[in-house]
């Protein structure tokens, strides 16, 4: 028998304006699934943006996707230099044509999921509560699913971090500014929630309408995959993003695969 989440619906329905799920008109198999598990949550399907309809050269062309800019980035962080994903452009651009209708209908806080998303089993209504209340006024962006990646700090990192890089900062390394370096692990700030570190995942976050407009300055044209910018205006101190303690959402990957690799439902390995 499937856990009642109508308490926790009831709270989100109250603190956003609005609430929507990102998914493809084709993905109709993710719709049936994510009904069930939502009924209660009083949200609107937002159509993202369907890769396999498009090229990145036709992006290019129309102005939504900066070649050049993706691979010079991934230079500046010593990535492999090449494309972005064309599935991943085309999910960036879902979620900024959303911070699009977020600014054009005056919303202020807006709670956004994805398609694929499940509900951890342990979260409480307190927690939850607690977090939404413990956001200070000007928050930018809202955590409320994430993965694990930089969950925690290991020792070596934080020996780095104490005595290494303040030195190699003075000698005039600049990469190696310990503010960034802190802030790519989780802080904490309050009973319930953390100050973002450097997380990966867009499955479930809330936005505000600040947060909204910085992240579609920075993606016009897209240049990351949506994920990544976001944590890099985290890292960089540009967004003020927080995340909860207790994940509400997390991703349901044992029945529904990524499809950002391939655009196909392939199974993906746990």
Same mark, same amino acid.
């Given at each position: 028998?499937?856990? &009642?989440?109508? @308490?926790?619906?009831?709270?989100?329905?109250?603190?956003?304006?609005?609430?929507?799920?990102?998914?493809? +008109?084709?993905?109709?198999?993710?719709? @049936?699934?994510?009904?069930?598990?939502?009924?209660?949550? @009083?949200?609107?399907?937002?159509?993202?943006?369907?890769?396999?309809?498009?090229?990145?050269?036709?992006?290019?062309?129309?102005?939504?996707?900066?070649?050049?800019?993706?691979?010079?980035? +991934?230079?500046?962080?010593?990535?492999?230099?090449?494309?972005?994903?064309?599935?991943?452009?085309?999910?960036?651009?879902?979620? =900024?044509?959303?911070? +699009?209708?977020?600014?054009?209908?005056?919303?202020?806080?807006?709670?956004?999921?994805?398609?694929?998303?499940m509900l951890e089993k342990q979260i409480s209504p307190t927690s939850l509560i607690g977090g939404l209340?413990?956001?200070? @006024?000007?928050? &930018?962006?809202?955590?409320?699913?994430?993965?694990?990646?930089?969950?925690?700090?290991?020792?070596?990192?934080?020996?780095?971090?104490?005595?290494?890089?303040?030195?190699?900062?003075?000698?005039?390394?600049?990469?190696?500014?310990?503010?960034?370096?802190?802030?790519?692990?989780?802080?904490?700030?309050?009973?319930?929630? &953390?100050?973002?570190?450097?997380?990966?995942?867009?499955?479930?976050?809330?936005?505000?309408?600040?947060?909204?407009?910085?992240?579609?300055?920075?993606?016009?044209?897209?240049?990351?995959?949506?994920?990544?910018?976001?944590? &890099?205006?985290?890292?960089?101190?540009?967004?003020?993003?927080?995340?909860?303690?207790?994940?509400?959402?997390?991703?349901?990957?044992?029945?529904?695969?990524? =499809?950002?690799?391939?655009?196909?439902?392939?199974?993906?390995?746990?």
């Open positions: 028998m499937n856990k &009642d989440y109508s @308490e926790l619906f009831k709270i989100l329905n109250e603190f956003f304006d609005k609430i929507y799920v990102v998914t493809l +008109k084709r993905s109709q198999d993710r719709q @049936e699934y994510f009904k069930k598990i939502l009924t209660g949550l @009083e949200y609107e399907i937002h159509w993202g943006f369907d890769g396999t309809q498009t090229t990145l050269e036709e992006l290019v062309d129309k102005g939504l996707y900066n070649s050049h800019l993706a691979k010079h980035l +991934k230079i500046l962080y010593k990535t492999p230099v090449k494309d972005v994903v064309l599935n991943s452009v085309a999910c960036t651009i879902s979620h =900024t044509n959303l911070y +699009k209708k977020i600014l054009d209908e005056s919303y202020h806080r807006v709670l956004i999921l994805e398609d694929d998303i209340n413990e956001l200070p @006024e000007n928050w &930018d962006l809202l955590y409320l699913g994430y993965l694990d990646n930089n969950s925690s700090k290991p020792l070596s990192v934080k020996i780095k971090q104490k005595l290494l890089h303040p030195l190699l900062l003075k000698l005039g390394f600049i990469r190696y500014d310990p503010e960034i370096t802190k802030r790519r692990y989780p802080r904490d700030y309050s009973e319930n929630l &953390d100050l973002s570190g450097y997380h990966m995942g867009t499955h479930a976050y809330g936005i505000t309408s600040s947060g909204a407009l910085k992240l579609l300055r920075y993606q016009t044209p897209v240049s990351r995959e949506i994920d990544v910018a976001i944590t &890099d205006l985290c890292l960089y101190g540009f967004l003020d993003a927080y995340s909860l303690k207790n994940r509400l959402f997390s991703q349901n990957r044992k029945e529904l695969a990524s =499809t950002i690799e391939t655009g196909e439902f392939k199974p993906h390995p746990i």
